[in-house]
Structures are given as C-alpha cells and as structure tokens.
Antibody, heavy 119, light 111 residues
C-alpha cells in the first residue's frame, strides 16, 4: 500500500526554522513528483511547493517563496521541506502528496504534521 | 496567484443532486483541462475524487462527476448520501510560477 508519513512538526518561535520530512513507501518514490500542501486551522488548502521526480524542477507558492526550500533524497525515499523565517501565518498542518509525470493531480496524501509558530 | 472561487457552502437532502462550482481564470481553470477535486472529512487527509476535469479514480463512486465550461469547473454529486457530508476543494494547474492553485473550499451539508 502507498504510504506517506510526515514528521518534524513542532512549536517554533517566530523567525525560527524547522525541517519537515515525508517518508514514502509502497511505490517507486523516484518516479513521482512530490508536493507540500498546507492547511491552517479551520481554513482551506494552500499549495506550498513541488519538486519533480529527479529534483530538477522546483516550484513554490507565493507566500513561502524565498523562505522555504523543498528537496528530496531518492535513496532514502524521503521528501523534505526546510522552513525558515517562520511567521504566525505559517501555522498549519503540512501534508505531503504525490503526483505522477505530467498528471496535475495528487493521488495520495499523508496524514500531515502540525507546525505551530508562536512565541 | 489568487485562490479559485468556490461557494462557502452547499446543502441538499438525501437522494438529491448538488453542484459545486469552481471559478478561475484563463490562466488556470479556463486554459487547461487539469482541474481536480478533493473530498476532506473532518480530521482526515484530502482524497482525490475527480482528475482532469471529469475522470474518476478507481474506487470513487460514479455518483461523483465533473465538468467544465469556460473558466468555471463543476463537481456534481448525485444521489446525495450522509457520507458525502465533507469539505470539497478544487485544484487546477496554473501557468503562473506556482504551478498549482486550490479553490477556497465548499462545505457540503446533507440535510
């Protein structure tokens, strides 16, 4: 079965940094594009970032550009999100999700990891 | 890149049909057949219901259908059931640098 398991969420102070991880299993990780999507408490989904299967192409949402960095290690079946300059409005449940090739949809999602930015 | 516009809430009685709209621009919904829809129950991860405007993944009930006209995509749920009560989000590929955009979300209530 396809599994995506996020980790690394925590309470962090404004201006701080955090690295999220997403461990993938049950499929050939290196052939899928991977994504981060977040959801603030009681709010809707917001696209955060994408990385192609080989890491060559990367995209960011406008609200996280220049502060967050997405990366992946295909040898470890793991996706990362390095978050810096954290603000209160970055508080959210962060999901990882996958898509295949030029399919512009997310066919599997993790359960999310909670990031809380507060002093 | 602004979020796609969805109605905040839609309701219907069991057995009825409801339609949720998702309005964007020619840079996203109107320009590409890459609209997808997700169902999210409280405390759960989103689940893919429709991809590429009108295609259903394996395992998704045929009571769910999608369509598009111009800059507006739609999700129709026919034969509404209690288990359909959830939040629904559309998403589209966008030609902007962000690549994807989500809708504002719609809460479906089964009366």
């Amino acid at each position: 079965d396809v599994q995506l398991v996020e980790s690394g969420g925590a309470l962090v102070q404004p201006g701080g940094s955090l690295r999220l991880s997403c461990f993938a299993s049950g499929f050939m990780f290196s052939t899928y594009a991977m994504h981060w999507v977040r959801q603030a408490p009681g709010k809707g989904l917001e696209y955060v970032s994408a990385i192609s299967s080989n890491g060559a192409s990367i995209y960011y949402g406008n609200s996280v550009k220049d502060r967050f960095t997405i990366s992946r290690d295909n040898s470890k079946n793991t996706l990362y999100l390095q978050m810096g300059g954290l603000r209160a409005d970055d508080t959210a449940l962060y999901y990882c999700a996958r898509s295949f090739g030029y399919n512009y949809w997310f066919d599997s999602w993790g359960q999310g990891t909670l990031v809380t930015v507060s002093s | 890149q602004s979020a796609l516009t969805q109605p905040a809430s839609v309701s219907g009685s069991p057995g009825q049909s409801i339609t949720i709209s998702c309005t964007g621009t020619s840079s996203d919904v109107g320009g590409y057949n890459s609209v997808s829809w997700y169902q999210q129950h409280p405390g759960k991860a989103p689940k893919l219901m429709i991809y590429d405007v009108s295609n259903r993944p394996s395992g998704v009930s045929n009571r769910f259908s999608g369509s598009k006209s111009g800059n507006t995509a739609s999700l129709t749920i026919s034969g509404l059931q209690a288990e359909d009560e959830a939040d629904y989000y559309c998403s589209s590929y966008t030609s902007s640098s962000t690549l994807y955009v989500f809708g504002t979300g719609t809460k479906v209530t089964v009366l």
